[in-house]
């Protein structure tokens, strides 16, 4: 089991960014598969972005080309930078670790976007 602590969450207005963080334990991080998910009040957990041991990324249609998600396996450390956020990304943001087809999660993050 990796451990996982987000942070960067908080409240911003339309249009704005914001930065996540994910930190892991782990001596081998950097063949972690990484990814961010979101979920909303009443919805379904989603898939927001990942990325592999390469720094092949892969995003949800609906942040495409808002959200960049990176790594730096030198700290242990998965970011999503988010740009251009909108009211919908409201939602409580988890990092997940997949390490050896077993899946972590951190405690999630809260992200507000006001109108």
């Known amino acids: 089991q990796v451990r996982l602590v987000e942070s960067g969450g908080g409240l911003v207005q339309a249009g704005g960014s914001l930065r996540l963080s994910c930190a892991a334990s782990g001596r081998t991080f950097s063949s972690y598969a990484m990814g961010w998910f979101r979920q909303a009040p009443g919805k379904e957990r989603e898939f927001v972005a990942g990325i592999n041991w390469s720094a092949s990324t892969y995003y949800a249609d609906s942040v495409k080309d808002r959200f960049t998600i990176s790594r730096d396996d030198a700290k242990n450390t998965v970011y999503l930078q988010m740009n251009s956020l909108k009211p919908e990304d409201t939602a409580v943001y988890y990092c997940?670790?997949?390490?050896?087809?077993?899946?972590?999660w951190g405690k999630g993050t809260l992200v507000t976007v006001s109108s």
């Open positions: 997940n670790a997949r390490v050896s087809g077993m899946d972590s």
